[in-house]
């Protein structure tokens, strides 16, 4: 019966996403758009775990040349990285419609698959406890705690919380990459700090320490000492930097100038990332881990999420750009495969450009990108008139604001 129930909330959704055909979408059609496609992408991972299916179940797909035991990797980075980008929506309130259901059910669901997760006993057991790249996906699992710790962290039965902290204290035996590395290093420290367990002060502070002096102007930071031209500033930098000085801050462990710079900062990339939206709804394929597809906009929801994009920049207009980007990437079925898994491609399935470090549970990266869903339903940014966005008044002919550099 729950099944059922489910399928008949999605597809409701599919008949309010099937309005982005039309020339302009409300705001209730945009939402249907985007909770039908997060929770076609992240239900396979989460439905499996829940159930202890997730080994047997997952396909595990590499790029050519992949250089990683894909056996005890990716099935972490396929959890850490769709709960990071669904925490926000699922941290909201139950309620009665159709989304509200359907939200409470993952909600659900994900609680079940995060107790297996670390259960020694559980087929799907997912142990932090080897290899370098469990730091990365610890990290977002520890994001997600910290963006909905009502929703996810404070519900867990205390063994399972107690499993969780001896899997983020593990992580300590192991360096990785000298680059955005040490902020997933930092940030599972920040979660512990967050919730008053035994942290690595250092780890922190050289990670902050290190992005202060990568830092490359104009809100650009360098992924370690040579700058790369890609999407890790909103993969990783900005979100995660401002997130973990703002468990610093609220732990009397920095200064607040310090959250504030890097948030300012990452409000000045959310403008970047607003304008490389095309008019049709596409971006730049450029730089690494092109994979990780709707990721590449997480700074930009985030800032939306937090109600702190720049004045010129209205809310109704990256709802209607990240609109046009989801419908484009997900409505097909060219990025899953026939069970409903994610694909190794960019727009198709194109695992040439995967690269050496992906497989499938990488690719769930992509939630990440949705993170305004967080905001209730009757929040401006779902409720205001559809409104054009950067690039689509250029190429109108329409006036818009001139870009500069800032100095800060």
Request: aromatic letters at 14%; proline letters at 5%; zero cysteines.
């Amino acid at each position: 019966m729950k099944y059922k129930l489910i399928f008949a909330f999605l597809l409701i959704f599919t008949q309010l996403a099937n309005a982005q055909n039309k020339k302009t979408t409300t705001g209730a059609e945009d939402r249907a758009i985007w909770v039908k496609h997060l929770y076609r992408i992240a239900y396979p991972v989460i439905y499996n775990l829940a159930n202890e299916t997730l080994k047997k179940n997952m396909p595990v797909e590499k790029a050519p040349g992949y250089g990683l035991n894909a056996a005890k990797v990716t099935y972490l980075e396929a959890l850490g990285r769709t709960v990071a980008g669904v925490a926000p929506w699922l941290a909201l309130p139950d309620d009665e419609t159709a989304e509200g259901k359907l939200r409470k059910n993952m909600r659900t669901e994900l609680l079940k698959a995060l107790t297996n997760s670390v259960n020694p006993e559980s087929p799907d057991y997912i142990s932090f406890r080897s290899e370098s790249q469990p730091i990365v996906d610890a990290a977002y699992v520890a994001h997600a705690f910290l963006r909905a710790p009502k929703a996810l962290w404070e519900p867990l039965d205390e063994t399972t919380k107690k499993r969780f902290i001896e899997e983020f204290k593990s992580l300590r035996t192991r360096t990785g990459a000298y680059n955005n590395w040490l902020l997933f290093a930092g940030l599972s420290e920040g979660f512990l700090l967050s919730i008053g367990e035994q942290y690595d002060p250092a780890r922190v502070q050289f990670a902050i320490n290190k992005m202060k002096e990568w830092y490359v102007g104009d809100s650009w930071y360098s992924d370690g000492e040579k700058f790369s031209m890609d999407y890790y500033n909103s993969y990783v930098i900005h979100p995660m930097l401002v997130d973990l000085l703002k468990v610093l801050v609220d732990k009397k462990k920095a200064q607040q100038a310090d959250y504030d710079l890097a948030l300012k900062r990452m409000v000045r990339y959310s403008e970047y990332l607003e304008r490389i939206i095309s008019p049709e709804g596409t971006y730049p394929a450029y730089g690494r881990s092109i994979t990780y597809r709707t990721a590449a906009f997480q700074a930009l929801a985030q800032v939306a999420l937090m109600e702190k994009l720049p004045e010129y920049v209205k809310p109704a207009q990256v709802r209607g750009a990240l609109t046009k980007v989801i419908y484009n990437l997900y409505n097909g079925n060219q990025n899953f495969d026939d069970k409903g898994w994610l694909v190794l491609g960019f727009n198709g399935h194109q695992p040439e450009i995967a690269d050496i470090y992906t497989s499938t549970g990488s690719l769930y990266m992509a939630t990440l990108g949705f993170l305004t869903l967080g905001l209730p339903a009757d929040n401006k940014f779902w409720t205001d008139a559809p409104a054009p966005w950067t690039s689509l008044k250029a190429w109108s002919g329409e006036t818009i604001k001139k870009d500069y550099k800032v100095e800060y």
